[in-house]
Antibody
Framework: EVQLVESGGGLVQPGRSLRLSCAASGFTFDDYAMHWVRQAPGKGLEWVSGISWNSGSIGYADSVKGRFTISRDNAKNSLYLQMNSLRAEDTALYYC???????????WGQGTLVTVSS | QSALTQPPSASGSPGQSVTISCTGTSSDVGGYNYVSWYQQHPGKAPKLMIYEVSKRPSGVPDRFSGSKSGNTASLTVSGLQAEDEADYYCSSYAGSNNFVFGTGTKVTVL
């Protein structure tokens, strides 16, 4: 059974940093691309970032480019999102999701909540 | 990276059909056959319903179908059932390792 478990969310002040993690199991992690997608409270889905199986292809939404960094450790079956210079508008539930290749996600975790507030 | 445009709401009675549109540009929906559709119930993670415009993952009822014409993709739910009431989102590859989601449509079963 595919499992994606996000962690690392919490309350953080504007301008500070946070690192999200996603632990994957139930599939061959290094065969798949991965994404981070967020959903602000009561709002729609917003793609944040994606990374190919070998980290050779990476993309970011304009809203986070230069502030967020996606990475993965295939030996640890883990995906990460380093979030710097956080803003109030980054407040959201952050989902980790897998994809066959650099295509839209096909399976999602349950999310970790990030709240940016003073 | 503008969001794809979906109608805010759609509705139908049990047994009827509802179609949701997803309008983008030639740089996303119109340029690639990587359009997916997701169903999201309140408080739950999204679930993949359609991928690559019209393909259904294993376990998704054949009441769900997808299509595309030009810059607009569509999801049709036939034979509406109470459990189909949810939010639906489209997503498309947008080139250069970028992706975009739709604005979302709330489907109500009357």
């Amino acid at each position: 059974e595919v499992q994606l478990v996000e962690s690392g969310g919490g309350l953080v002040q504007p301008g500070r940093s946070l690192r999200l993690s996603c632990a994957a199991s139930g599939f061959t992690f290094d065969d798949y691309a991965m994404h981070w997608v967020r959903q602000a409270p009561g709002k729609g889905l917003e793609w944040v970032s994606g990374i190919s199986w070998n980290s050779g292809s990476i993309g970011y939404a304009d809203s986070v480019k230069g502030r967020f960094t996606i990475s993965r450790d295939n030996a640890k079956n883990s995906l990460y999102l380093q979030m710097n210079s956080l803003r109030a508008e980054d407040t959201a539930l952050y989902y980790c999701a897998k994809a066959a290749t650099m295509t839209p996600p096909d399976y999602w975790g349950q999310g970790t909540l990030v709240t940016v507030s003073s | 990276q503008s969001a794809l445009t979906q109608p805010p709401s759609a509705s139908g009675s049990p047994g009827q059909s509802v179609t949701i549109s997803c309008t983008g540009t030639s740089s996303d929906v119109g340029g690639y056959n990587y359009v997916s559709w997701y169903q999201q119930h309140p408080g739950k993670a999204p679930k993949l319903m359609i991928y690559e415009v019209s393909k259904r993952p294993s376990g998704v009822p054949d009441r769900f179908s997808g299509s595309k014409s030009g810059n607009t993709a569509s999801l049709t739910v036939s034979g509406l059932q109470a459990e189909d009431e949810a939010d639906y989102y489209c997503s498309s590859y947008a080139g250069s390792n970028n992706f975009v989601f739709g604005t979302g449509t709330k489907v109500t079963v009357l």
